[in-house]
């Protein structure tokens, strides 16, 4: 399992090809992947999303939840990315990649660490737009995608 807490941009299609030319292809039946990218704002006016964390803290908790994917579903293998520091609409913000025997684990597996970084990993994101600025708070949406995995 790979877990990687970066200022410096990715290509999530590099990341993918790695992770699969790392797994070698005997086992996995299915790979998913997820790329999230910062959102603009409906009327267009997001400057950027300035992301922070707390090293060591945060790759804690990140491999405890990845460890957590690994023994659930019994994955091959998993990788979590999740950028910090100021990143612009339409620049890469985090990626999962998933490996198991068959896809309903890939998937499932995924979603879990999707909803657990949504709403669990300690990033702090602000908006900034050309007028204001300011935290983004929790949704209730994402807390109650944690329900199911209980």
Same mark, same amino acid.
């Given at each position: 399992m790979d877990v990687r =807490?970066? $200022?410096s941009p990715f290509d999530p299609g590099i990341e993918l090809n790695r992770f +699969?030319?790392?797994l070698g292809g005997a086992e996995a039946?299915?790979? =998913? +992947?997820? $790329?999230?990218? =910062?959102r603009?704002? !409906?009327d267009g006016s997001l400057v950027r999303m300035e992301i922070e964390h707390y090293p060591g803290m945060t790759e804690l908790a990140l491999a405890e939840i990845g460890q957590e994917a690994m023994s659930r579903w019994s994955l091959l293998d998993a990788l979590v990315i999740h950028r910090?520091? !100021? #990143? =612009?609409?339409?620049e890469p913000i985090m990626m999962v990649a998933t490996a198991a025997a068959h896809r309903s684990a890939a998937f499932e597996a995924a979603e879990? #660490?999707?909803d657990y970084l949504k709403s669990r990993a300690p990033f702090?994101?602000?908006?900034v737009t050309s007028d204001t600025q300011g935290w983004v708070a929790a949704r209730s949406e994402d807390e109650q995608a944690l329900t199911r995995w209980r």
């Open positions: =807490v970066q $200022s +699969t030319d790392h039946g299915a790979i =998913v +992947t997820f $790329s999230g990218v =910062v603009n704002r !409906p910090f520091g !100021p #990143l =612009v609409p339409g879990f #660490l999707m702090w994101k602000k908006e």
